[in-house]
């Protein structure tokens, strides 16, 4: 494991509540046990220095399961005392990968168990996370993500002398677009639609090139289509976003500040506290009805 980053003295770490469901026991949640605490618990572990949250809870379910996992809706975080400083563990639901191997025990895990729910609810050695498991399953496991990314940095407007659509991403901005991919690629989209800018285009590439998917280019996304806005009340975004908000394939949607409030209320949701450049509000559903929305900043 990594030494934990921190923010305000708090340490941080993530992990996931990983589930898969049988014929015959039905729902089952994956528990690990390690044997320096001699406790079982769910798997999480610090994050690493430049590490995203949902980096970190991807990585370490797979160092601590062997399962590779997206990740689903946010669980609530628990917050405690260790050694006399606070800790902050983000987890979020993780279907287990059918097809992983038997994880090899080790001195940090030295049993990985599928348990039935009441079964996990009992054997968890802290409360916190029986309780976790009991509100987890209390609402649906499966989901599907609709991502809404603002575009990272871009040149200013005096900057560019040629049209506002081709003004590309800033040093920062293009190393923001590769920092992006991480986080992003933990939430098993695969599809990208972006604005027709440049800008829009180029902050979702790395990740398209990572997935070897192609960046579908919406001109209902641009700064652009704002200028029609009022003849084509509803804007025409309203249309896009609900209908991929009925679709069951997850989806990141790339596009500017001034369209997100269009977006979030065709969404249904409210605005997060801020979205700079990079940010992302992941927005989970099912059957068209909204679950859950996770906020996230670079």
Not at 14 to 40: M, N, Q
Not at 55 to 84: F, I, M, N, S, W
Not at 105 to 110: H, N, R, S
Request: charged share 25%; hydrophobic share 45%.
């Amino acid at each position: 494991m990594t030494a934990g980053t921190t923010t305000g003295g708090i340490v941080l770490a993530a992990g996931a509540l990983v589930w898969r469901e049988t014929a015959d026991r039905g729902i089952e949640v994956c528990l690990v046990h390690r044997p320096k605490y001699d406790d079982w618990s769910l798997p999480k572990g610090k994050v690493a220095a430049g590490e995203h949250l949902l980096a970190c809870a991807v990585r370490e379910v797979k160092e601590e399961t062997g399962h590779d996992v997206v990740l689903g809706r946010p669980l609530p975080p628990q917050v405690y005392d260790v050694d006399g400083r606070p800790k902050r563990v983000s987890y979020w639901l993780a279907e287990a990968a059918p097809s992983a191997p038997p994880r090899a025990p080790d001195a940090e895990i030295d049993d990985v168990a599928f348990v039935a729910v009441p079964e996990a609810i009992s054997l968890l050695t802290h409360q916190r996370d029986a309780d976790l498991v009991a509100a987890a399953v209390g609402g649906p496991l499966r989901t599907t993500p609709l991502v809404l990314v603002r575009h990272t940095e871009a040149k200013r407007r005096h900057e560019w002398a040629g049209p506002d659509s081709d003004r590309p991403l800033s040093a920062r901005g293009a190393a923001d677009a590769v920092a992006l991919t991480a986080p992003l690629m933990t939430l098993g989209a695969r599809r990208i639609i972006a604005s027709d800018t440049v800008r829009c285009v180029d902050t979702v590439l790395p990740l398209a090139r990572q997935l070897r998917i192609e960046v579908e280019r919406e001109p209902r996304l641009s700064e652009a289509s704002l200028a029609d806005a009022e003849a084509q009340a509803p804007h025409p975004a309203v249309s896009l976003v609900r209908e991929l908000l009925r679709d069951d394939e997850g989806v990141i949607v790339c596009s500017h500040r001034p369209l997100f409030p269009i977006l979030f209320d065709a969404v249904g949701v409210d605005p997060p506290p801020a979205m700079s450049p990079g940010a992302f509000l992941v927005v989970h559903h099912r059957d068209g009805d909204v679950v859950a929305t996770d906020h996230h900043q670079l």
